[in-house]
T-cell receptor, first 113, second 109 residues
Framework: NAGVTQTPKFQVLKTGQSMTLQCAQD?????MSWYRQDPGMGLRLIHY???????DQGEVPNGYNVSRSTTEDFPLRLLSAAPSQTSVYFC????????????FGEGSRLTVL | AQRVTQPEKLLSVFKGAPVELKCNYS??????LFWYVQYSRQRLQLLLR??SRESIKGFTADLNKGETSFHLKKPFAQEEDSAMYYC???????????FGKGTKLTVNP
């Protein structure tokens, strides 16, 4: 099992550009989520999904869109990138709701100029 | 609102010394708390959860509801314990974890 796979690992964007961060998991996990990690801020929840076809907002959803058409994939879209979105993004999944055990990807470092 | 506070950004100890990483939380419901760890060049991973009351890699953490704390302790630190540690709170038993800002632990030889 590859676990949780994120692509790309690094990306540089210009302000106003759009892009999609990909996240895939091969563990048949129902729950998937996106966090951003900023220096001195810890991890903050952007969006999450409890199953295919179901998504919801986390703590910092503005500027991001998600969809969950399959159990395996949970892409994060930046529609019009802003410098404030410069961050490290982590995708995480969980086998069962209530376990609290998140399996994380390696992270995607995004810089918006 | 749910909040997790880790008051120390950095913590440095010598090998063999006891270590305690502090975590305080604010939550109106019945909390579920976790410690996650990120070693250098590795993924963030679960270290332990309060519900299972287990000891992992010599670390233990006790939930103190009176003091709203969930401090992580180890009696004898090892160099391989050097890592970033995050305390996290589960909101209503869901997977929506609220993380603290993290404490970077350095264990010196």
């Amino acid at each position: 099992n590859a676990g949780v796979t994120q692509t790309p690992k690094f990306q540089v964007l210009k302000t106003g550009q759009s892009m999609t961060l990909q996240c895939a998991q091969d563990m048949n996990h129902e729950y998937m989520s996106w966090y951003r990690q900023d220096p001195g801020m810890g991890l903050r929840l952007i969006h999450y999904s409890v199953g295919a076809g179901i998504t919801d907002q986390g703590e910092v959803p503005n500027g991001y869109n998600v969809s969950r058409s399959t159990t395996e994939d949970f892409p994060l879209r930046l529609l019009s990138a802003a410098p404030s979105q410069t961050s490290v993004y982590f995708c995480a999944s969980s086998r069962t709701v209530g376990s609290g055990e998140l399996f994380f990807g390696e992270g995607s470092r995004l810089t918006v100029l | 609102a749910q909040r997790v506070t880790q008051p120390e950004k950095l913590l440095s100890v010598f090998k063999g010394a006891p270590v305690e990483l502090k975590c305080n939380y604010s939550y109106s419901g019945s909390p579920e708390l976790f410690w996650y760890v990120q070693y250098s060049r590795q993924r963030l991973q679960l270290l332990l959860r309060h519900i299972s009351r287990e000891s992992i890699k010599g670390f233990t953490a006790d939930l103190n509801k009176g003091e709203t704390s969930f401090h992580l302790k180890k009696p004898f630190a090892q160099e391989e314990d050097s890592a970033m540690y995050y305390c996290a709170l589960s909101q209503g038993g869901s997977e929506k974890l609220v993380f603290g800002k993290g404490t970077k632990l350095t264990v010196n030889p």
